[in-house]
């Protein structure tokens, strides 16, 4: 259904728009609609692609980006195009060779060739989706139509919570899970059990912004949801009347959910989402909801207590349960059902799906084609089935080795800059570095792979096999709820372009999908690999030290290590930081703010990751006996090619509708701001570059916590 860790959110992306990632509607691709017949073009480190023409001094990502975005338009089934786009390619393309060797129907197929053979089959089978239309959906349409009391929404809720993922669970919350999200989480306070979590939940929508905004687009994207609605609900049969008055209902339940739910800077930080009740306590405060029928329906085992993520949320759905009649209710769960299962079904639901959600919102002009939809599915229900052949192709030993001794070197970085920091005290110091050596460092892929045999796939059912992936992985966390939490497991999939750091875990985790061009390249030299992947590594790192992150101890839990005169420095440097980060941004469209609370923990982690990945590259060319400003072969000293890769490692063009989603939405700042802002902020960038007082790129107040 979803990866519940995520929702810590202190870090899981490092592509600043892959709040979108899994989404088969998203998926980034090479070649645009020509994407079947060229070959995936992987992008790799050049320092001839600067424009000589700039100064590097004024604005470094355009001196560093300009001509390789004047070669690569967006294509038009893109909402963003980046240097690391022709890698999501050529990793789909591996994962569509992959599945279409084991789509043949042959008996002597392994278990695990079956189901993604088979997935593959049913996902690619147009004509018999088409022919099947909305038959698919139709016995659940039945069961929603045949409740006949409030008292039997409870069950419909969990049915619900089993049957298909979300397209926004991705990170802060749970927002599109139909009334609330449910799963199993490190507690808190002892990160070493698994309890129970209740989150607020019930939008369809990115987030709660999108309701309650009363600026002119906020107010134009509504109206367009609106009409959408009402289209999707003749689509399913319903007269223009009763789907426009269906339509009504659900943005005002939606509303008025949104309106009740934590805002994103809120849920940053962890105490306010650490709200332990007892279950006696959560059927006090939602009564309406029958926990006890629930919780039996889901299959959950006893949980010493329940992590209630905003109470306030669930006080306010009470009353709306209250409220409203039981087919109000009813409309609005037969809309959660079409709505997430429209990418599954005919041709017109997909298509009035794409045209709202990947056209309005996103500024997408075309669809991808149909197997890279497919690859994009099959990845996140199948993930760690299909990673298993992508490593044998993808990622040699060799790779592997040399990207632990980076990670190494860099938290060697780390661990010197603890012991130098002026602003921290011998007992915080202390407790740093017991949590800096207690991260486990987990490169490439899952010690042990995941066993899907209890995942029934056919060849004649796509929706049926993402039905039967989402209830194995909504009851999988589920199941966790008491038992000792597992270290080892993983939150993405070996393929993905991606990298997260997991505080209760106090994990590095950088799948095999990232450690490829232009990110990691065995044959380039230290400089290159440093600037690009090493800042990654050092931002993964870092994170475990952000404002979020360093609430967590060693151990994962939820304790405060820090003397306050220490808390109060950290504090103040990390105003700096969001200050400076609190700024217009004229390429998501006019008006439009990124509030640098909200992107605080990402902005502290490049700011401080490139610093470790520069340290880690000047102690290792020391062993080599060179210097960062000895000059490589093509004439650039290796700070200056340290620097032109880490800016080529983000040069990416978005589309408005996208980047002002992200600006809304996501806790990362736009790749613009991940380059420039970065860089101003290092007296080293300047000195490679020659850069003076009062040009752009010196920042008079520079920012620095790590």
């Given at each position: ?44 480190f050049?320092?001839k ?59 002597k ?33 039945d ?24 397209a ?14 449910f ?27 999108y ?40 943005i ?23 709200n ?166 987990k ?11 209890s ?86 790192i ?46 998501a ?41 000895d ?18 490692s ?13 600006v ?41 916590v790590?």
């Amino acid at each position: 259904m979803f990866n519940p860790r995520l929702m810590l959110r202190f870090l899981f992306l490092i592509l600043p728009l892959a709040m979108l990632g899994q989404n088969a509607t998203f998926h980034s691709t090479a070649e645009g609609s020509g994407a079947d017949t060229k070959a995936p073009q992987l992008e790799h480190f050049d320092p001839k692609l600067v424009d000589p023409a700039l100064n590097p001094c004024d604005d470094f990502y355009k001196y560093s980006c300009n001509k390789w975005l004047a070669a690569n338009p967006i294509p038009p089934d893109q909402v963003f195009w980046s240097t690391g786009s022709g890698l999501e390619l050529w990793n789909d393309t591996a994962l569509r060779e992959t599945m279409e060797a084991s789509s043949a129907n042959d008996p002597k197929r392994s278990a695990v060739q079956q189901k993604i053979g088979d997935y593959w089959a049913a996902c690619m089978d147009e004509s018999g989706i088409e022919a099947a239309g909305l038959k698919p959906l139709q016995p659940e349409l039945d069961r929603i139509a045949t409740l006949k009391s409030k008292k039997e929404i409870t069950l419909e809720i969990a049915h619900l919570h089993h049957l298909f993922p979300g397209a926004w669970q991705q990170g802060d919350n749970q927002s599109d899970s139909p009334f609330f999200g449910f799963t199993g989480q490190q507690d808190y306070d002892d990160a070493s059990k698994v309890v129970a979590q209740i989150d607020q939940g019930g939008l369809s929508l990115p987030n709660r912004d999108y309701y309650i905004n009363t600026d002119d687009k906020s107010v134009e994207t509504l109206k367009k949801y609106r009409a959408h609605l009402q289209k999707m609900f003749t689509l399913v049969g319903e007269a223009e009347a009763q789907a426009k008055a269906d339509a009504g209902t659900v943005i005002d339940l939606e509303t008025a959910m949104a309106k009740a739910q934590m805002d994103n800077v809120k849920r940053r930080d962890p105490k306010n989402v650490n709200n332990k009740m007892s279950l006696a306590q959560i059927r006090q405060l939602t009564p309406s909801i029958e926990w006890d029928a629930y919780l039996k329906a889901v299959k959950a085992p006893a949980s010493d207590h329940y992590i209630v993520t905003s109470p306030d949320f669930f006080r306010a759905e009470e009353k709306l349960l209250g409220e409203h009649s039981l087919d109000q209710w009813k409309t609005y769960m037969r809309w959660h059902l079409i709505h997430s299962a429209a990418r599954y079904l005919n041709k017109a639901l997909v298509e009035e799906n794409f045209d709202f959600f990947a056209h309005t919102l996103a500024g997408q002009e075309e669809q991808l084609p149909r197997w890279r939809r497919c690859t994009g599915a099959a990845d996140r229900d199948l993930g760690e089935a299909l990673g298993q052949a992508y490593v044998d192709r993808a990622f040699p030993p060799e790779s592997r080795a040399r990207t632990i001794e980076m990670v190494h070197a860099i938290e060697r970085s780390l661990h010197s800059d603890i012991e130098s920091l002026t602003w921290m005290t011998p007992a915080t110091r202390e407790q740093a570095i017991v949590k800096l050596k207690g991260i486990e460092d987990k490169i490439g892929y899952p010690s042990h792979w995941r066993d899907y045999s209890s995942v029934k796939i056919t060849r004649d059912s796509y929706v049926g096999n993402v039905e039967q992936a989402s209830a194995f992985e909504f009851e999988r966390w589920v199941a966790k709820i008491g038992k000792p939490v597992d270290r080892s497991e993983w939150t993405m999939t070996p393929p993905t372009i991606n990298a997260y750091y997991d505080p209760q875990l106090n994990t590095i985790n950088f799948p095999a999908g990232i450690l490829q061009p232009p990110f990691f390249e065995k044959s380039m030299d230290d400089s290159v690999n440093y600037g690009a992947i090493g800042m990654i590594i050092g931002h993964e790192i870092i994170h475990g030290f952000d404002d979020q992150g360093r609430k967590f101890d060693a151990h994962g839990n939820l304790r405060d290590w820090w003397t306050a005169e220490d808390a109060k420095q950290y504090d103040e440097r990390g105003k700096c930081i969001s200050d400076e980060y609190t700024q217009e941004v004229p390429d998501a469209g006019p008006g439009v703010k990124q509030n640098g609370l909200l992107t605080q923990g990402e902005d502290t982690a490049d700011n401080g990751g490139i610093h470790l990945a520069l340290y880690a590259l000047e102690a290792e060319l020391k062993k080599q006996g060179k210097s960062l400003d000895d000059k490589g072969p093509d004439g650039w000293t290796y700070r200056q090619r340290f620097f032109l890769s880490y800016a080529y490692s983000w040069c990416s063009a978005l589309r408005p509708e996208v980047a002002r989603m992200a600006v809304t939405t996501n806790p990362h700042s736009l790749p613009v701001f991940r380059v420039d802002n970065v860089v101003s902020n290092m007296p080293e960038f300047a000195q490679a570059f020659g850069c003076k007082a009062g040009q752009k790129m010196v920042r008079a107040n520079a920012c620095r916590v790590w």
